[in-house]
């Protein structure tokens, strides 16, 4: 899965199970890989993809 965070841009995704990563304003983040789906920071910037 990949998410874009709205403040700065930045387009993420996870990799592997546990690949926790960040935008690059810190507003959003996503965990998870294959496993499961964890998405965290300030809703309001984040975009699904």
């Not at 990949?2 to 926790?20: A, F, M, P």
């Not at 990563?21 to 809703?43: H, L, M, V």
């Amino acid at each position: 899965m990949k998410i874009r965070c709205l403040k700065c841009n930045d387009i993420i995704e996870y990799l592997s199970v546990h690949d926790y990563k960040k935008c690059k304003c810190g507003a959003c983040s996503i965990d998870g890989g294959n496993e499961y789906t964890r998405i965290g920071g300030d809703f309001k910037y984040i975009h699904y993809i």
